[in-house]
T-cell receptor, first 116, second 112 residues
Framework: GAVVSQHPSWVICKSGTSVKIECRSL??????MFWYRQFPKQSLMLMAT?????????EQGVEKDKFLINHASLTLSTLTVTSAHPEDSSFYIC????????????FGSGTRLTVV | DAKTTQPPSMDCAEGRAANLPCNHS???????VYWYRQIHSQGPQYIIH???NNETNEMASLIITEDRKSSTLILPHATLRDTAVYYC?????????????FGGGTRVLVKP
């Protein structure tokens, strides 16, 4: 149980375009999801906390107008990278917490974004 | 949440036990110790967590010192598939809004 599906697993886009990444909790309801970014050889950096039905809470230094987060249902959160640039190329990972599950946090498999 | 300190890397031999230390000297009484691992280009995978008592599951054992200022993750019989970055995280358990903050982790290489 407690599976998080992330799609797409990889995407290549042109500079200046927007890319949407989906994060779904398959067998549980997630009132809160988290979005991380990871550059090569580095640790995961939390970008924002996504709350169902309300605005996301962004970490310091993360541009909310560039990284749009929508959490319209209890099983789906989306991250849209707007006007992507090469420096946005990274590994994006979502996470969700299932209420009542002992181990709490489940992670998606990640999305490799390459902006050319 | 309390900060953790882990060695940046370690090697271990296949079939032997791997002992991964973590220092969390500023941990609070209500903070849990979580361990996750990340295999290359995948999302982190939950391993184990504990508060005070030692814990064991099918993947690993977690040994927490009596003063809770440090802990050790034990992989009893390391395999090549255990090669990964292992993250020790401490945080308060509670509402779903509580976030996990990752430190540098330990890069473990299991050698044949």
């Amino acid at each position: 149980g407690a599976v998080v599906s992330q799609h797409p697993s990889w995407v290549i886009c042109k500079s200046g375009t927007s890319v949407k990444i989906e994060c779904r909790s398959l067998d549980f309801q997630a009132t809160t999801m988290f979005w991380y970014r990871q550059f090569p050889k580095q640790s995961l950096m939390l970008m924002a906390t996504s709350n169902e039905g309300s605005k996301a809470t962004y970490e310091q230094g993360v541009e909310k107008d560039k990284f749009l987060i929508n959490h319209a249902s209890l099983t789906l959160s989306t991250l849209t990278v707007t006007s992507a640039h090469p420096e946005d190329s990274s590994f994006y990972i979502c996470s969700a917490r299932a209420q009542g599950v002992v181990y709490g946090y489940t992670f998606g498999s990640g999305t490799r974004l390459t902006v050319v | 949440d309390a900060k953790t300190t882990q060695p940046p890397s370690m090697d271990c031999a296949e079939g032997r036990a791997a002992n991964l230390p973590c220092n969390h000297s500023t941990i609070s009484g209500n903070e849990y110790v979580y361990w996750y691992r990340q295999i290359h280009s995948q999302g982190p995978q939950y391993i184990i967590h504990g508060l005070k008592n030692n814990e064991t599951n099918e993947m690993a054992s977690l040994i927490i010192t009596e003063d809770r200022k440090s802990s050790t993750l034990i992989l009893p019989h390391a395999t090549l598939r255990d090669t990964a970055v292992y993250y020790c995280i401490v945080r308060v358990d509670g509402p779903a809004g509580n976030k996990l903050t990752f430190g540098g982790g330990t890069r473990v290489l299991v050698k044949p």
